[in-house]
């Protein structure tokens, strides 16, 4: 989708048409990050230093570091003047949602390969396959006490929430 904005006293119209790096957002979604871009767009220059994009991305609630903005921003300030215009910034966002999906799909992947009887959870002896499968020579006590600390709904198994929680935390 692409946006055209025209400025009228003090709103903004907003038209979207195609445009990359967008077609996983929702029209809503789409007004939430234009609206908070020209929040940055202290100047309504139409674009914002790339030094504010940290700031806005926290906004947001995104949770990336300073090195995955600092890459993403090189890759998506195509003209490299320090400067993000909207189809820069929808890009990134783009680009940022694109890879949260890539992330999913892998952690899903890899919880399914080690779900030997795919019951939705893995075992100890399934944990203790999936660890010895990463090069990981694991006792029984070393088992246990990982399950323990990811098992948050105390059935003695880690399902996929659980999962993906311990290795956010972890």
Request: no cysteine; glycine share 6%.
């Given at each position: ?121 893995l075992s100890h002896a399934e944990l203790r ?42």
């Amino acid at each position: 989708l692409t946006m055209e904005t025209t400025k009228t006293d003090t709103s903004r119209h907003m038209v979207f048409r195609e445009f990359s790096g967008v077609d996983l957002l929702t029209e809503d979604q789409m007004l939430l990050f234009a609206e908070a871009f020209y929040m940055y767009d202290i100047e309504d220059v139409g674009s914002i230093p790339t030094k504010n994009i940290p700031h806005l991305l926290r906004s947001l609630g995104t949770n990336l570091t300073e090195d995955e903005i600092a890459h993403m921003i090189k890759d998506v300030d195509i003209d490299t003047n320090g400067q993000v215009t909207l189809p820069e910034f929808f890009n990134f966002i783009g680009a940022y949602i694109n890879r949260r999906i890539a992330t999913e799909t892998t952690i899903k992947e890899a919880f399914k390969s080690f779900d030997l009887d795919n019951s939705g959870s893995l075992s100890h002896a399934e944990l203790r396959f999936a660890m010895k499968h990463l090069g990981k020579k694991l006792s029984d006590k070393q088992i246990q006490l990982m399950v323990e600390m990811a098992d948050k709904d105390g059935d003695g198994e880690i399902d996929y929430e659980e999962f993906v929680k311990a290795l956010i935390e972890y």
